[in-house]
C-alpha cells in the first residue's frame, strides 16, 4: 500500500499535501477520510480511515484492558484520534496540538508503512535513521530471525 519517504512543508495554516501518489487511492477506497494520532513524542500515526476501524477495535478490544500502562495506551493512542478529510487540493489539516506534542516544524517526513503512514519532524527523522544505519547487521539478523 504505502512505502517511501517523502519530504514535505508544513504550510503556516498546519496543512499537510499528501502526495500524489496516493491521493488516488485515499480518495477512492477511503472516501477522502484519514485518521492522525499519536503513539509516541517521536512522530504521529497516519490512518486511512478504513485501517483505522480495525486498528481502533482492536485497541479498544485488548484483553489486558485493565492494566494501567494498557488504559494508558489506550488513552493516548484513541484520546488523540482525530479524523480529517482531505481537501480537493489533496491537504490534510493537522490540529495544533498534535503538531505540538511530537514537535513538528516546518520541514516535515512523511514516511510509508503499509497500511499507515509515520508523520516525523525532518531532524527527528534524520536522528532516527542515522539509528537504524547504525546497527550492526547482526543486530538486524537477530530481530529478524523470527519473521
Same mark, same amino acid.
Given at each position: 500500500?504505502?512505502?517511501?519517504?517523502?519530504?514535505?512543508?508544513?504550510?503556516? /495554516?498546519n496543512r499537510i499535501?499528501?502526495?500524489?501518489?496516493? #491521493?488516488?487511492?485515499?480518495?477512492?477506497?477511503?472516501?477522502?477520510?484519514?485518521?492522525?494520532?499519536l503513539e509516541s513524542?517521536?512522530?504521529?500515526?497516519?490512518?486511512?480511515? +478504513?485501517?483505522?476501524?480495525?486498528? #481502533?477495535?482492536?485497541?479498544?478490544? $485488548?484483553?489486558?484492558?485493565?492494566?494501567?500502562?494498557?488504559?494508558?495506551?489506550? #488513552?493516548?493512542?484513541? !484520546?488523540?484520534?482525530?479524523?480529517?478529510?482531505?481537501? *480537493?487540493?489533496?491537504?490534510?489539516? $493537522?490540529?495544533?496540538?498534535? /503538531?505540538?506534542?511530537?514537535?513538528?516544524? *516546518?520541514?516535515?517526513?512523511?514516511? %510509508?508503512? !503499509?497500511? #499507515?503512514?509515520?508523520?516525523?519532524?525532518?531532524? +527527528?527523522?534524520?536522528?532516527?535513521?542515522?539509528?537504524? $544505519?547504525?546497527?550492526?547487521?547482526?543486530?538486524?539478523? %537477530?530481530?529478524?530471525?523470527?519473521?
Amino acid at each position: 500500500m504505502f512505502s517511501g519517504v517523502t519530504h514535505l512543508n508544513l504550510d503556516p /495554516k498546519n496543512r499537510i499535501a499528501i502526495p500524489a501518489r496516493y #491521493r488516488e487511492m485515499l480518495h477512492i477506497e477511503h472516501a477522502n477520510h484519514i485518521t492522525i494520532t499519536l503513539e509516541s513524542p517521536q512522530c504521529l500515526l497516519i490512518y486511512p480511515e +478504513k485501517t483505522w476501524l480495525m486498528i #481502533r477495535e482492536k485497541i479498544q478490544n $485488548l484483553t489486558t484492558a485493565a492494566h494501567p500502562l494498557v488504559k494508558s495506551y489506550q #488513552r493516548l493512542v484513541l !484520546g488523540y484520534a482525530e479524523t480529517v478529510e482531505m481537501d *480537493k487540493a489533496g491537504r490534510i489539516l $493537522l490540529s495544533a496540538s498534535l /503538531k505540538k506534542l511530537v514537535q513538528l516544524d *516546518k520541514d516535515i517526513v512523511l514516511v %510509508g508503512l !503499509g497500511n #499507515r503512514f509515520e508523520l516525523w519532524d525532518q531532524t +527527528k527523522w534524520n536522528e532516527e535513521t542515522q539509528k537504524a $544505519l547504525a546497527m550492526s547487521q547482526n543486530e538486524i539478523a %537477530g530481530l529478524l530471525s523470527g519473521v
